[in-house]
């Protein structure tokens, strides 16, 4: 299944598609069908073959019985679900990413610090076709990982480029349209940022802690070279509505990370 194929499937279910089930309780299971393959969803086998031809939607058995609903993954369902070693970025913030970052069709885009590759797949599909997306990652294990998960869940894309080295050594790239790090100093990467980025650039930092956000944002204000530097969070809360009952639900997905995000200057205003 190519990349295009992933972003935007239609028609029958088909082998080695990723599949979401979800049983009665709501829970979800991650799976990817392979054919004359069986998975086990809690401990009950359901093959692979039963699924591929189905329309989504469709409402299946499980050997002992129980009800599952088929469907494509959405990417809020996909990115929990990834293999990792690494936290990833959740989807409430790679939509401000995508948003903020103002990353979309044909863009070039750079990104440092891939983890498990769950912001990739997302840039992948909000560059499209027409973009292109090199990403770099120093630990190999992380690197292979997001190799991994970017075929599995978004095909083969050849407009992307995983590089295994150290970005503080330099980036390749030049006239960058955005640019993307997940890295603990990104304040110290800011002399290897400035050359890469076209004027106008935008670049997006996603920082756990915010004494991280307040030494990036001094080092962006200090550089010379960039401007209109905003920091966000981004809070979600779902709600229970059923019957007669509707309230919050018990868990919210309160704090994860901070974004900063900042625009490259023109040379002749540093």
């Not at 590089?163 to 997940?182: K, N, Y």
Request: glycine share 10%; charged share 25%.
């Amino acid at each position: 299944m190519s990349a295009a194929d992933e972003a935007g499937a239609r028609g029958l279910l088909r082998d080695r598609e990723p599949v979401v089930l979800i049983d009665r309780k709501e829970r979800t299971y991650l799976r990817v069908l392979r054919q004359g393959g069986r998975m086990s969803i809690r401990g009950n086998a359901l093959a692979c073959d039963a699924l591929i031809g189905l329309p989504e939607g469709s409402v299946v058995e499980t050997a002992g019985g129980d009800p599952l609903i088929v469907l494509r993954p959405t990417y809020a369902q996909l990115i929990p679900n990834l293999p990792r070693r690494a936290q990833p970025i959740y989807p409430k913030d790679v939509g401000p990413i995508l948003l903020w970052g103002h990353i979309g069709p044909g863009d070039h885009v750079v990104e440092v610090g891939t983890g498990p590759g769950a912001l990739t797949i997302a840039l992948l599909r909000a560059v499209g076709p027409t973009g292109r997306l090199v990403s770099y990652e120093v630990r190999l294990d992380f690197a292979q990982m997001a190799s991994e998960n970017v075929t599995r869940y978004h095909g083969e894309a050849a407009n992307w480029t995983l590089r295994t080295a150290d970005a503080f050594e330099g980036l390749l790239e030049r006239d960058v349209d955005r640019l993307v790090i997940d890295l603990a100093e990104p304040w110290r990467f800011l002399p290897v940022a400035a050359p890469a980025l076209r004027p106008g650039a935008v670049l997006t930092s996603f920082l756990p802690t915010v004494l991280q956000v307040k030494e990036l944002v001094d080092g962006l204000r200090a550089h010379g070279g960039f401007g209109c530097v905003e920091t966000l969070e981004t809070l979600v809360r779902f709600w229970h509505v059923r019957d007669r009952s509707v309230r919050p639900t018990h868990r919210m997905v309160a704090h994860t990370g901070f974004l900063v995000f900042a625009r490259r200057l023109a040379r002749d205003a540093l």
